[in-house]
């Protein structure tokens, strides 16, 4: 059991703690294996660590409480773990939702050993917030397709790797958990759009930041009592979100970045710097950039590398 209580109402509160894993020990040696397990092109797995010592270093620099859960298991369980290819995408693996943390569900097989070794650490550390049964009739949920707006509503992606029935499952907990609304939307299927979080993401307390196709999509909107449709403008205003619509854009560096705190983003050196501060509401923020180009050669950046468990409470 670890000395604090997990604790997050929001996307851009003050950072007080952070779950990451450094990556495994393999190499992807050429573009066929890439592209056979699902990644971009080749990773040299020793550029992949300098990557993430950077990362944890910038975390650390900021006075952030990091835990590496590589660093938690035992000989045996890392003899497995260090070849899990994906094991440093801890975004996906559970979600701490205000006061409680549920688990996530693979959406492929082949990433189902790192959410049982995270998931027995995290139960070892948080008995009574972390709910480990709660993904047992899940058929897939994965995080990265999970935004907490606020501590009024959160916004979940059904497509790729993440099943309405999961989110049936989890939505009483949420209502209970004090959330009032859930917004559901169903993006298409494919490597660009593979989690929320790879479309849109919240770069304020009032402002997202969105690929502008999710404009044309539905969003059905839960509450304990009644389920109805709004288009995404509508819902994200309504819970005091502007939308800055990017029709141009690199989707990993460019919309996969992590809010520190409300003043400060933590992004990628690809990012697109200039146009992120071209809104006037972002515009002077401080833009923190970390090297991570190798890490994303997996098809993912910043946040799904990340799995916050403290902010400072916004409500």
């Known amino acids: 059991m670890l000395s604090f209580k997990p604790s997050c109402w929001s996307e851009h509160g003050e950072l007080e703690v952070v779950m990451l894993c450094s990556p495994s020990s393999l190499d992807i040696p050429d573009l066929k294996t890439a592209e056979d397990v699902q990644w971009s ?31 938690e298991l035992t000989e045996e369980e890392n003899q497995l773990s260090k070849q899990l290819i994906n094991r440093f995408f801890v975004r996906d693996l559970a979600c701490v939702f205000g006061d409680i943390i549920i688990p996530g569900e693979p959406g492929i097989s082949m990433r189902k050993p790192e959410y049982v070794q995270s998931h027995l650490l995290l139960k070892k550390w948080f008995p009574e917030q972390f709910l480990i049964n709660e993904n047992n009739d899940v058929k897939a949920l994965e ?155 997996s098809g993912g950046g910043i946040r799904c590398m990340t799995l916050p468990l403290k902010r400072k409470t916004v409500k």
């Open 41 to 71: 092109a080749p990773v040299n797995a020793s550029k992949a660590h300098e990557n993430f010592h950077e990362l944890k270093e910038t975390f650390i620099s900021f006075g952030i409480k990091v835990i590496d859960y590589s660093e």
């Open 143 to 297: 995080y990265g397709d999970v935004l907490i707006l606020n501590n009024d509503a959160v916004f979940i992606n059904v497509g790729m790797r993440s099943s309405i029935t999961g989110v049936e499952r989890i939505k009483d907990k949420l209502f209970q958990a004090g959330f009032s609304e859930i917004g559901i939307i169903d993006l298409p299927r494919r490597s660009d759009t593979l989690h929320l979080d790879m479309n849109l993401n919240v770069a304020n307390e009032d402002l997202i930041i969105s690929k502008s196709y999710l404009r044309y999509f539905p969003i059905n909107v839960l509450t304990e009592s009644e389920s109805r449709y709004e288009m995404p403008e509508q819902f994200l205003k309504r819970h005091g979100f502007d939308v800055y619509w990017l029709k141009e854009y690199d989707t990993i560096p460019d919309i996969n970045f992590l809010n520190l705190d409300p003043e400060t983003l933590l992004i990628s050196k690809q990012a697109h710097k200039q146009m992120l501060k071209d809104h006037p509401k972002i515009k002077n923020k401080k833009m923190i950039e970390v090297e991570v180009t190798e890490l994303e050669k």
